[in-house]
């Protein structure tokens, strides 16, 4: 039996509230098209793994008794795409709205990194390796 830690992970759903501005800001931002949607979902594919913008609404009956967080409750994650350079990156996200975080800044650890929140609140990175 294989161990789970040697598997792919294939799909990550996120809990948002407004789901259809959401799922435009992807389609903008990313330049992706859903390859699913429903009235409660829309799936996107990132090259090796795919993002589920799910209704929060349908959030509890998958996790329960588990709780689902607000967006007012703070990050605990972010995604990180690696990108070529960072800053022209930073430059095509302002004509689509997108404010950053913070960045683009080089880390103590060899990366240039900038971030920006979609609009339920999940942090997304993008990364430059400078060595």
Known sequence: MET???LNIDVTT????????????????????????DAVSAVFNFGNMSINLLDISEAYG?????????RESGSRFQ???RVDDVDAVC???KPHGVALLNGPVDRAWGV???AFMDPAG???????QLT
């Open 79 to 81: 995604f990180t795409i």
């Open 112 to 114: 240039r990194t900038a």
């Open 91 to 93: 430059d095509e996200l």
């Open 14 to 37: 996120l809990f948002v509230e407004d789901l259809q501005r959401v799922r435009a800001f992807y389609q903008d931002v990313f330049g992706l098209s859903a390859v699913y949607v």
């Open 122 to 128: 999940h942090v997304w990175e993008i990364a430059q």
């Open 4 to 6: 789970l830690g040697s």
């Open 62 to 70: 998958l996790i329960q008794p588990g709780t689902v967080a607000n």
